[in-house]
Nanobody
C-alpha cells in the first residue's frame, strides 16, 4: 500500500505559476511510475503528465505541453508538478497517482492521493 499526499494548490491569476508536490509513504517509491491527473468541474478525470521510475522520461498531455513540468526526487519520495503560464481552463482538482504502467488511463494507476485544488482566475 502506498499513501500519497498532495500539496501546493491554491488560487492564482492567469499567467501565474504554482508548484504541486506529492509525497509518498513508502521507500519503494522509486519502483513506481508516477503521474498527475486533474478533474475540472463537471468533467472526467484526465491525464496531465507522467514520469518513469528513474525520472529519465516524461510525457505530457497536449494541453499542458510546454507549460507544465513533472519531476521527481526519489531520495525524498516526492513527485512535483511545476505549472507555469496558468490558464483558467487549468482550474481543477489535481491528483497524483502511482502505478507500474506508463499508460495514461486512470485504470493503470493503483494508488491515488486525495487531490489538491488549483483555481486560476481570469
Amino acid at each position: 500500500q502506498v499513501q500519497l499526499v498532495e500539496s501546493g494548490g491554491g488560487l492564482v491569476q492567469t499567467g501565474g505559476s504554482l508548484r504541486l508536490s506529492c509525497a509518498a509513504s513508502r521507500r519503494t517509491f522509486s519502483s513506481y511510475y508516477m503521474a498527475w491527473f486533474r478533474q475540472g468541474p463537471g468533467k472526467e478525470r484526465e491525464f496531465v503528465a507522467r514520469i518513469t521510475e528513474s525520472g529519465s522520461s516524461t510525457y505530457y498531455a497536449d494541453s499542458v505541453k510546454g507549460r507544465f513540468a513533472i519531476s521527481r526526487d526519489n531520495a525524498k519520495n516526492t513527485v512535483y508538478l511545476q505549472m507555469n503560464n496558468l490558464k483558467p481552463e487549468d482550474t481543477a482538482v489535481y491528483f497524483c497517482a502511482a502505478g507500474w504502467s506508463a499508460a495514461r488511463s486512470t485504470s493503470a494507476y493503483n494508488y491515488w492521493g486525495q487531490g489538491t485544488q488549483v483555481t486560476v482566475s481570469s
